[in-house]
């Protein structure tokens, strides 16, 4: 008798939970999307030092109630899905653990409270919650196109790479480290912000030769860019085409015109009228 | 009897200020272009200090004159046509009156003529004026490919504003303070002007890891910047595919079979075979 | 007698100056472009102020015979045209003025010399010459595009340019004259700055509100770059469709017309009418 | 007797070396590509004083070491190679002989040996030894696409490049020294950062007509980013696309066979078979 009301129990909590059919499954997805929103504010905040020294309270006792709703919620998971360790172990399972445990860490590793912005990533839910399913299919064949590109980006990635430490090694031979250029490694992180077009400026040229370089990797990060859009677009207009005219469900017809009732457009391979049922003149056949 | 000269009198302003066929009409809306860009000018220019101190005066009754010419102007509209409450309410309506207030609004708010630059959405007006069809046509097509492309965008921004808070976070926690990541929020911003490529340079990271990880969000907004790009491209090509079944040499066909000699793909609007010259029944021609 | 000379003479300069197939035209044509890319490199070296200490001499001397080559070659192009006015208002004939005319003006106006770089406009010449149809046509082939997305583009950058003045006011307005920007103006340069994620960083927005509504004029121009690139690619991609006909589903068929039927459209490789049945002339289907 | 040996001996070093089927070719493919990672890490180490002062003679015989190997492995691909002429000019042998090198050279010319990092091209070889054809063939799909564009994508910079001579000497002449724009070269130079949209922010147009001209180039550079993605987008889409059938020239055909002689694909209107005259069953004409 108890097993039944404890399963009973279980089976409510996990429609809460895990569904948002119900009313009540709704108001936990909402209650719960508000307070992720919350919490990723309020550690972004206590990072503001201005803010941190005035609230530094509210914005503290706020985080650990987050942090023990989000630990209970996180239990009952566990305790209402049928295969904890398959939830466990799940994208969503591994991402609602990091949502709570940096909190618990903050007492032996100091600043580990802020990797509680990770929780940000629970907002991916509001796709299944909200149940806009335009919008999950959207994501899904983003998702697709996205993943059937990936060996293709990444053959792309892999040539840029080489391509960055080559043209790296070459500026911190040419510039020097009086303009900056101090080692390799630093020489290659700013290939990258050049080649990317980010630019920051932190670092820059001044030799004319290495002005000249740098010309010639912007260039080229300028027109490779259109590798991955050409590789993503091509990808994605293959999953989205129109309606064309290879469908079975069209053909071709002339300008023939029938002579008893002056109908047009017939079937190429027509022989009556499909109007009147009159035969078409064979000799006009031929055109 | 007035009220026929009243009507006659409201129906020409109608048409001098709505429409842009009448010659009257067409002077109308040159000269409220001409005051649209003189007046954002006028702003403008009356935020430059040096222009302001030699030139105060006169930009100042400028900017009265214009505004009292689109306040009499706001007002007509709302008299002369039939619906005032959709005109005021349009997209159009609201822009006219944001286009008036701000300078009444400057007597209690200081600065607030400023706001007067969102006439320039007035100028909007421009495609409708110069009747030029062509580019109305382009621009509801630009609008409808990217309608449709909103949902796929905003769940790809939306991605990216994710990534941004997660990659701010660690960016924070790595650099610290002393390399101008002072919060959270400001790493997050950092994160948004590399990731977008846009790159100022004001605050750039200076640790190995910082700048690794800064490589690694340049090479992600470089590769990702080909997602939205694919989106459009796939939804504007589609509105504008060469061939189109509305194609004249091409008509639908149905599944019907002609019972005589069994013929099927008959056109839809075919009474008799194309094949045989048997009547079709009309019962079946419904489907 | 004379006049045939005469013009016997001006035929064969003709010959020489407009045509690239003769030995003579073709030297000229190299011995052109050698001296354009030089007199450029003379222009830009002159401007660098190291160089042109100790070179002053040698560029300006070289500039002045390149000159009054190329003035000497605009007026024979003149003389032995047909048509001298159509080639005066052509686009080559005007950069072919604007090529000779900045060196005689430095002696009134003091700099204008540094114009000659217009000359590099004359390589465009470079694909004439060369006769690299493959070039020609693929520029063609991209001017078509460009053209064709003209339309389009223009009501793109208009939408741009007004979003660029709204936001540049905002942003006058949340960061004020301490932050660099200065006036209105200024601040809608540096929106357009940040929008196209050019992002040069000499003006940069310090408090929150600014770098939040910086943020947002960031992924607007991250997202919004793939407008112009779908429409271009669209455009681009409709003057270049391929047909391929792999399709299991579809057959080759031939202009052949059946002899006892008149039926036309035969597979390439029917022996036999699909109509009629009767033999078809294998002579005939050689063709 | 011997000279069998020696063609065996060669013969096993070869399948070693050129081969990654057998498992020996395979584990030295494997420590190639350690190796290769390896060093490309020393050398850009080298650069850091910081880790340079500290593990230098570390570095140092490590370097030796690979290079030796490298060296050996250079020899040996020579000796065991069938026509080693072909090899020695190949991309490969170029690049390998590059890798070992500058090395030696670091006793003739100082920092040489940072040349070093060249070896990174050799990781090109890691889709080879991967054998993971998928990602060859996206590459060879990725080349050809590229390959096809050049004429276009150059056509293009050529554009770009005359497009930054002009607009560089504009911004010279009107922002002159004081604001960084020092000579034309320099300005060309700033045109192109600004053009791609790069934006180092070390030079900066301070003057109104200055921005105004930089606002332009940035437009102009956002606007045309489009062009290179168009291309290679259209090329790649080329490359992949489905099949269309709207050409006259050809017909629908479906999978009915011939009773007679087998023959299958006949037109769906087809009564008689094109082969061998067989009239076909009309009872099978309905599918």
Redesign the interface.
């Known amino acids: 008798m108890e097993a039944t009301t404890n399963s009973t129990w279980r089976k409510k909590l996990h429609e809460i939970i895990y569904e948002a059919d119900t009313p009540s499954g709704k108001l936990f997805d909402i209650i719960l999307l508000v307070l992720i929103i919350l919490s990723?504010i309020f550690?972004?905040?206590e990072?503001?030092?201005s803010i941190d020294l005035k609230y530094h309270n509210l914005l503290y006792i706020g985080e650990w109630i987050i942090t023990i709703f989000f630990t209970l919620e996180y239990i009952a998971r566990i305790i209402t899905v049928k295969k904890p360790f398959s939830y466990i172990f799940s994208f969503y399972g591994i991402i609602d653990f990091l949502s709570t445990v940096p909190l618990y860490l903050s007492f032996i590793l100091a600043?580990s409270n802020?990797?509680l912005?990770?929780r940000?990533?629970r907002?991916?839910r509001?796709?299944r919650i909200l149940k806009i399913t335009?919008?999950v299919g959207?994501?899904n064949?983003?998702m697709k196109?996205?993943r059937d590109?990936r060996?293709?980006?990444?053959?792309?990635?892999?040539a840029?790479l080489?391509m960055c430490?080559?043209f790296?090694?070459l500026i911190?031979?040419i510039e020097g480290e009086q303009s900056g250029f101090?080692?390799?490694?630093?020489s290659?992180?700013w290939c990258?912000?050049?080649?990317?077009?980010?630019?920051?400026?932190?670092i820059?040229p001044v030799t004319?030769l290495g002005?000249?370089l740098?010309?010639l990797i912007?260039?080229t990060?300028?027109?490779i860019?259109?590798?991955?859009?050409?590789?993503?677009?091509?990808?994605?207009?293959?999953n989205?085409?129109?309606?064309?005219?290879?469908?079975?469900?069209?053909?071709?017809?002339?300008t023939q015109i029938c002579q008893s009732c002056g109908t047009a457009?017939?079937?190429?391979?027509?022989?009556?009228?499909?109007?009147?049922?009159?035969?078409l003149h064979?000799?006009e056949?031929?055109g």
Do not use: W
């Not at 060996?151 to 892999?158: A, M, Q, S």
């Not at 860019?225 to 293959?238: D, H, K, L, M, N």
């Open positions: 990723v550690v972004m905040l990072s503001v030092s600043g802020y990797l912005t990770v940000a990533l907002l991916l509001v796709f335009r919008y959207e994501s064949k983003l196109a996205l590109s060996p293709k980006i990444l053959v792309f990635l892999f840029v080489i430490i080559i790296g090694t911190y031979l101090k080692s390799i490694p630093v290659v992180y990258i912000v050049t080649l990317t077009t980010v630019g920051f400026g932190d820059a004319p002005q000249f740098a010309a912007m260039i990060g300028y027109g860019i259109a590798v991955p859009t050409g590789i993503v677009s091509a990808e994605y207009t293959r989205t085409k129109p309606i064309k005219i290879e469908d079975e469900e069209y053909v071709h017809v002339n457009k017939h079937r190429d391979d027509a022989k009556f009228c499909h109007k009147c049922g009159e035969a064979q000799a056949n031929l």
